[in-house]
C-alpha cells in the first residue's frame, strides 16, 4: 500500500494555530464562542484550538468553552453500515443557546456527517451561529455544505484514505502519530 | 449480536458494550429534545403474552425514543385468546414488516423458538419467558449497581465492570426469571452472587450455579453485602404452599426495618437495596426500606429505558437485511469504513 505524508506534527501545529486565530478574527474576539469537536478525532482537535485561543486571548478560559457532539444517533447511513456504538455527548456549563457554535472535525469529505452534527445541534439548543472548522478538506462533497476555516485543502480520488492520525486517539506503539497520510487503496 | 434472548451466552464484551451504550442514551433522558432518530422507519412489535405495564411501557418508552414505530399487541382481547398459535402470530407480525419483537411468553423458551425458527426474519428481544430469563431486567440491574459501584471507587462507569462486589438476591429464586438472568450477568460481570432463599423456593440444581446459596438472611447480610435485591413473592405462579404463613416469610425473608437499621449497625453505610418490582410492601419489602435513601427503585426503573434503548439500537441498527441496501453497498462512492466517514 502506498502511504504519502501531506501534513507533519509542524504543519498540524501551524494550521491549528492559523485556525484558531481565524475564530477570533471571524467572531471579533472570544465573547460567546463555543467549540465542539465531533468523535472521535474533532475532539482532541477542539481541546487543541480552544488551548491556542486562551493563549491569544487571556481571559478565555480554554475548558469551559470546549466540548464534545457525538453524531452516530443521526447519521444517515445507520442501516447500512454496521453498528457503531456511541460516544458521549458533553457541553460546555454555558450551554450552546444563543451562543457561536464551532464544529470542529478531522476531514471534510461526503458532508454528511456534518449534515448529522447540525441535526444534533438542534436537538441541543439554538445557537447563534453555527461554523464549521476542518483540519482537511478533501473534496467530493454530496451535499450542500462548506467549511468556515480549513486546515489544508487537499485534492484527492475518492478512491484514496485520508487518515489522521493524533497523538491523543491513535497512540500504537510503532505508529508516527500528529500527522496525515495520504493511503492508496488500488 | 442479532437477537437479545438471555444473558447465560451473553460474553463480557457484549454485556458492557450494551452497559456504555445505555449510559449514552441515559443523557438523552436529561435534554430538551428525548428524541434520536437512530430508528426511523424501523417497527417494534411488543408482542406480550403475559401481563405487564412497567416492562411493555418502558420498551414502549424507548422504542419512541429512538424515533421506531411500535405496535402493542397483548394476547388478552386478540386472536390468541381464540386459539392462534405463536407460529401463526409471528407470521402475521412478519407479514405487517417486524424488524424487531419484544416477547414475553408465559412458556420458557419461547423468544427462542421465535428465533431459531424462519417463521420471523426480525431481532427477537426476550422481555421474560416462564421462569426462565429475563435479560433486560438483570442489564438494567447491571447497570445500576455499576453506577453505584463506580461512584464509590471514584472512576467513571463507562466501560467498568462489577469486579468484587459483593450482591445477595433474596425471595423467591423459584419462580424468578430475574434471579436467573442476574446470576449468569453478575457472575460474567465478576460480581459475587449470593441467592438467599427458604429451600422451598429454590429450583433443583442451583447448587450447579456460579454462585452461593443460603438460607439465613441475617447471617448474609453480616458477613457484608454492597446491594440487597429482594424479589418479589409471586402469589400468582404458587400452586402449592410454599412457606407456611406471610408473616413468617417476611420475618425471615423479607426486609424489613430491623434489617434496614441493620444495615446502619454493621458499618454497610454503601448497600443499596434494589427491588425490581412490583412491590409487595410489607411483605419482601417494608416502606421503609422501600423509600429509603438506599432504595434504588425508581432509578431501576429510569435506567430500564436507558437499557432497552440501547439493546434496540445495538440489535436493530447494523447493516439492514434486506437486499436493496446490498446495490447501495456495491457502490465504492458510498461506502466508508468506520474510521472514514467524513
Avoid at chain 1, 480552544?50 to 493563549?55: E, M, S
Avoid at chain 1, 489544508?152 to 486517539?169: A, D, F, G, H, I
Wanted: proline residues 5%; glycine residues 6%.
Amino acid at each position: 500500500m502506498l502511504t504519502r505524508v501531506v501534513l507533519n506534527q509542524a504543519d498540524i501545529d501551524r494550521a491549528l494555530t492559523r485556525i484558531a486565530h481565524e475564530i477570533l478574527e471571524a467572531n471579533k474576539g472570544s465573547q460567546d464562542l463555543v467549540l465542539l469537536g465531533i468523535p472521535r478525532r474533532g475532539y482532541p482537535l477542539a481541546v487543541r484550538l480552544a488551548a491556542k485561543i486562551a493563549a491569544a486571548d487571556p481571559t478565555v478560559d480554554a475548558a469551559a468553552i470546549v466540548g464534545q457532539l457525538d453524531v452516530t444517533m443521526f447519521r444517515d447511513d445507520l442501516s447500512h453500515q454496521p453498528t457503531r456504538p456511541p460516544y458521549p455527548t458533553q457541553l460546555p456549563r454555558t450551554g450552546i443557546d444563543n451562543k457561536v457554535v464551532v464544529l470542529i472535525d478531522d476531514v471534510l469529505y461526503s458532508g454528511r456527517t456534518i449534515r448529522a452534527a447540525l441535526d444534533a445541534l438542534i436537538d441541543l439548543g439554538r445557537p447563534r451561529i453555527v461554523r464549521l472548522a476542518v483540519l482537511i478538506d478533501r473534496g467530493h462533497r454530496e451535499l450542500p455544505i462548506r467549511a468556515d476555516h480549513v486546515g489544508k485543502n487537499l485534492p484527492t480520488s475518492s478512491s484514496e484514505k485520508v487518515r489522521v492520525r493524533l497523538e491523543e486517539t491513535d497512540s500504537v506503539d510503532g505508529v508516527p502519530v500528529n500527522e496525515v497520510v495520504i493511503e492508496a487503496t488500488a | 449480536m442479532r437477537h437479545l434472548l438471555s444473558t447465560e451466552d451473553l460474553s463480557l464484551q457484549n454485556a458492557i458494550r450494551i452497559l456504555d451504550t445505555a449510559e449514552e442514551m441515559a443523557a438523552v433522558g436529561e435534554r430538551e429534545v428525548k428524541k434520536l432518530p437512530a430508528l426511523r422507519g424501523r417497527t417494534v412489535v411488543n408482542l406480550f403474552f403475559e401481563d405487564s405495564t412497567r416492562t411493555r411501557i418502558s420498551f414502549e418508552a424507548a422504542a419512541k425514543r429512538l424515533s421506531a414505530d411500535v405496535i402493542n399487541f397483548a394476547a388478552k382481547g386478540s386472536s390468541v385468546s381464540k386459539g392462534e398459535s405463536l407460529k401463526d402470530t409471528a407470521q402475521t407480525l412478519a407479514a405487517m414488516g417486524a424488524d424487531a419483537v419484544v416477547i414475553r411468553h408465559w412458556a420458557s423458551g419461547a423468544p427462542h423458538r421465535l428465533a431459531a425458527t424462519d417463521w420471523i426474519d426480525a431481532a427477537v428481544i426476550n422481555a421474560g419467558d416462564g421462569t426462565h430469563e429475563h435479560p433486560t431486567q438483570a442489564l438494567l440491574d447491571a447497570f445500576t449497581m455499576r453506577r453505584h459501584w463506580a461512584k464509590l471507587a471514584g472512576i467513571p462507569s463507562t466501560g467498568a465492570d462489577l469486579q468484587g462486589m459483593r450482591v445477595a438476591i433474596a425471595g423467591d429464586v423459584l419462580h424468578s426469571r430475574v434471579a436467573r438472568s442476574n446470576v449468569w450477568l453478575l457472575r460474567t460481570l465478576g460480581a459475587e452472587v449470593t441467592l438467599v432463599a427458604p429451600p422451598t423456593l429454590l429450583p433443583i440444581g442451583v447448587e450447579k450455579w456460579p454462585c452461593t446459596v443460603s438460607f439465613d438472611l441475617d447471617e448474609t447480610l453480616a458477613k457484608g453485602v454492597d446491594a440487597m435485591m429482594m424479589l418479589r413473592v409471586q402469589g400468582e405462579r404458587m400452586n402449592a404452599s410454599f412457606f407456611p404463613t406471610t408473616r413468617e416469610y417476611s420475618r425471615r425473608w423479607g426486609f424489613d426495618d430491623n434489617r434496614l437499621r441493620a444495615l446502619d449497625t454493621l458499618g454497610l453505610k454503601d448497600t443499596i437495596i434494589m427491588h425490581p418490582g412490583p412491590m409487595n410492601r410489607g411483605l419482601e419489602i417494608s416502606s421503609a426500606a422501600a423509600d429509603s435513601p438506599r432504595s434504588t427503585v425508581l432509578a431501576q426503573v429510569r435506567n430500564g429505558v436507558s437499557i432497552r434503548m440501547a439493546a434496540l439500537y445495538l440489535l436493530l441498527s447494523g447493516e439492514t437485511r434486506e437486499p436493496a441496501a446490498s446495490s447501495h453497498a456495491a457502490n465504492p462512492n458510498a461506502t466508508y469504513s468506520h474510521q472514514e466517514s467524513h
